[in-house]
């Protein structure tokens, strides 16, 4: 991936963010870290106007990209090199792989890694490869292994088809009222299920070279595996689908060859629409990956321009150092630019730098007014949205639009009338997906069928979108940025369902960030600036978790293992991004001149390295609850700057520029709701 080209470093005459007259003199070192770290994120911006970071998973999509590849017969043996780097560095002691950093080891991306290794020509004799075939044996083998590496395992020979769940591709023409149908799940489920459904019809055997099969990772012969999937009565529901994947596999040998021939045709018709554009099917890397293998299989030409261009936007996710390389899942240049725009506008500066400017530009350039296929819920709502990725039009989302309008806000973007407008139609879209419990989710409406995360093919427990507090939080605090007050049904309704989510302990759940700290931040952002009362019960309760939680060093931490664990909630290392959003949610609820708050600023402070800004390891966002992590670069670089910003604004006596732009009482024009 070609990183983007950087503006001209801001020299040294230029004005600073908080002027020294602007401040008291005990704010001074907080005042020279937002103006040096202020600086350096300045001259991260590329010269379109986004800021991009790097966006890290695990090592499944770095084992997956050497494996699509031995499918193409495309494999680079330099990049292959770094990727083995990549791969040997991220491997635990005991021979493991683990889904992120400190975390403990994964049997689905310890497989996957031992296969990649393998096919790049590691050898298995060594050490590092003993022992990972020794965890993965003590772990059940590679039989052990989650849906979607059984399918990767299938592919290529390693097991077979029949202990993979059915999912036949008739499956495309399923009405939303059944049980189960393409509107009932996730973007991120339907373009991942959608061209695999082509790859199951087709369930292609790839060979491989001799040598390269790993078959030593299983306990059972694979050839006698049958049924991996166990009826149980501790789980019922999950039994049942288990049982109905065995009478289904049945009857799919007596669907007749004309109807699935109309399922497949129907199914790459959708794939090739949702890769059209430079993006990739879904802007995700398996999606990406899975719609490529379905067109190779239905034997289109190498010259195909969708095939082409999906694989080329998988090669945009490869991120190339000296020593090694790795694969990005997707890439988020939206998210990093609105935080960052947020991020700079609360350290103090000014909305008419060229920068700024250059940055709204480009956000209202990638604003999208075409209808995704979230509009099949909702057909008669207007567009008007963004995007996680560069591009990305069938599949917006409500964190980045809100996000998005948020940073405008704050840099005075509504004062344009065509911006205000534009920044009106986001909002009505918001505002018409909002969930009939009050809540939202990420990137459809009433996306809540979470019993089918019991079917087979869902065991990783993540198929719907259903409203989630972080999300929620962050359209009532758009909203009342936008001048609307409780008595505004939307934010009434999105109120009950926070107070209805909230855990006893006092925080709330984090879908999008690791994990109960993300969470409390977002909804105490979102009370707080509705100016809600601080001493109510449930706000308390919630300011005093995050107090309790604060670590001796004065930072805050939380470890991915408190999805599985939530006895572990709100504990672990501290890390810059999560002490920011402590910071952020006591300020939010008055905690100003609280002892937690100053000791969390002195945190910031004492870890300030200058060039990044702030070191940070260890992961602090979430693709799938306890499956799927990620490590934002950029969070350790704009988050920390934020709430130095919020904190020096309050202890100057000066509004935040989010509550300035509050206290102006701007209001739109009230949204229409479907």
């Known amino acids: 991936m070609n990183k983007p080209v950087p503006v001209t470093a801001i020299g040294a005459d230029q004005r600073l963010f908080v002027p020294e007259s602007d401040q008291p003199n005990e704010l001074g070192s907080v005042r020279d870290t937002i103006n040096k770290s202020g600086k350096d994120l300045l001259n991260l911006q590329a010269a379109e106007g986004y800021w991009l970071f790097e966006l890290e998973a695990d090592a499944t999509i770095p084992s997956e990209y050497v494996l699509l590849h031995e499918y193409f017969g495309s494999r680079d043996k330099n990049r292959e090199a770094h990727i083995q780097c990549y791969l040997l560095n991220r491997q635990l002691e005991d021979g493991s792989w683990p889904l992120y950093e400190q975390g403990p080891g994964n049997i689905s991306a310890t497989v996957k890694s031992y296969f990649a290794l393998k096919l790049i020509g590691y050898n298995t004799e060594s050490g590092q490869m003993l022992r990972a075939r020794q965890w993965i044996l003590g772990h059940g083998g590679a039989e052990s292994a989650n849906v979607f590496t059984r399918i990767t395992l299938a592919f290529f020979g390693q097991l077979p088809w029949r202990t993979v769940p059915a999912m036949p591709a008739e499956i495309i023409f399923l009405p939303d009222w059944w049980i189960f149908s393409l509107d009932k799940v996730s973007y991120w489920s339907r373009c991942v299920i959608v061209p695999l459904l082509i790859i199951l019809a087709y369930k292609p055997v790839h060979k491989l070279e001799s040598g390269k099969d790993i078959q030593e990772l299983f306990i059972v012969n694979p050839d006698e595996l049958k049924h991996i999937d166990k009826i149980s009565r501790k789980n019922m529901v999950k039994s049942f689908f288990y049982l109905f994947d065995r009478v289904l596999k049945y009857v799919l040998q007596f669907i007749p060859l004309s109807i699935r021939n109309k399922s497949l045709q129907k199914c790459e018709y959708w794939t090739r629409q949702h890769m059209q554009g430079v993006g990739g099917n879904g802007a995700i890397f398996p999606a990406m990956a899975n719609a490529v293998m379905a067109l190779k299989l239905t034997n289109c030409k190498d010259d195909d321009p ?261 006895a572990l909630c709100g504990r672990g290392e501290s890390t810059p991004s999560q002490t920011a959003w402590a910071l952020l949610g006591l300020i939010a609820s008055g905690e100003i001149d609280s002892v937690g708050v100053s000791r969390g600023i002195e945190f910031l402070l004492k870890t300030y390295q200058s060039t990044p800004a702030w070191i940070e390891n260890l992961y602090t966002g979430t693709g799938f609850p306890r499956v799927f992590y990620l490590r934002y670069h950029g969070y350790s670089q704009y988050f920390p700057l934020w709430a130095l910003g919020m904190y020096h604004a309050a202890k100057s006596g000066r509004p935040s520029r989010q509550q300035a732009m509050l206290n102006e009482g701007i209001l739109t024009p009230t949204p229409s709701r479907n």
Request: aromatic letters at 12%; charged letters at 20%; hydrophobic letters at 40%.
């Open 306 to 566: 969708d095939l082409m261009r999906g694989l080329n936007a998988i090669e945009d996710l490869v991120i190339e150092s000296e020593d090694a390389t790795y694969v990005q899942p997707c890439v988020s240049p939206i998210w990093d630019t609105c935080l960052t725009l947020s991020a700079l506008a609360e350290a103090g500066l000014d909305s008419e730098h060229k920068s700024i400017s250059q940055a709204i530009d480009w956000l209202f350039q990638k604003q999208i007014f075409v209808k995704g296929d979230w509009s099949r819920r909702v057909p008669t709502l207007e567009s008007g949205c963004w995007a996680f990725q560069f591009e990305n039009d069938f599949y917006p989302d409500i964190d980045d639009t809100s996000m998005v309008i948020m940073c405008l806000l704050r840099h005075d973007a509504h004062k344009n009338p065509e911006h205000l407008k534009r920044i009106n139609q986001a909002a009505n879209w918001v505002i018409g997906m909002q969930n009939s419990d009050g809540g939202w989710g990420a990137f459809d409406i009433n996306n809540h069928y979470e019993y089918l995360n019991n079917i087979p093919f869902a065991d990783h427990g993540a198929l719907v979108d259903p409203s989630t507090a972080d999300l929620t939080a962050r359209c009532i605090e758009m909203l009342t940025m936008l001048g609307y007050d409780r008595s505004f049904s939307p934010i009434a309704r999105g109120l009950e369902f926070l107070k209805h989510d909230q855990n006893d302990f006092g925080g709330w759940y984090g879908r999008w960030g690791v994990n109960y700290i993300y969470g409390t931040w977002s909804v105490l952002a979102a009370l707080g600036l509705m100016s809600e009362d601080p001493h109510q019960p449930y706000m308390r309760k919630a300011v005093h978790w995050l107090k309790s939680n604060q670590n001796a060093d004065g930072g805050w931490g939380e470890d991915c293992g408190s999805y599985d664990d939530i």
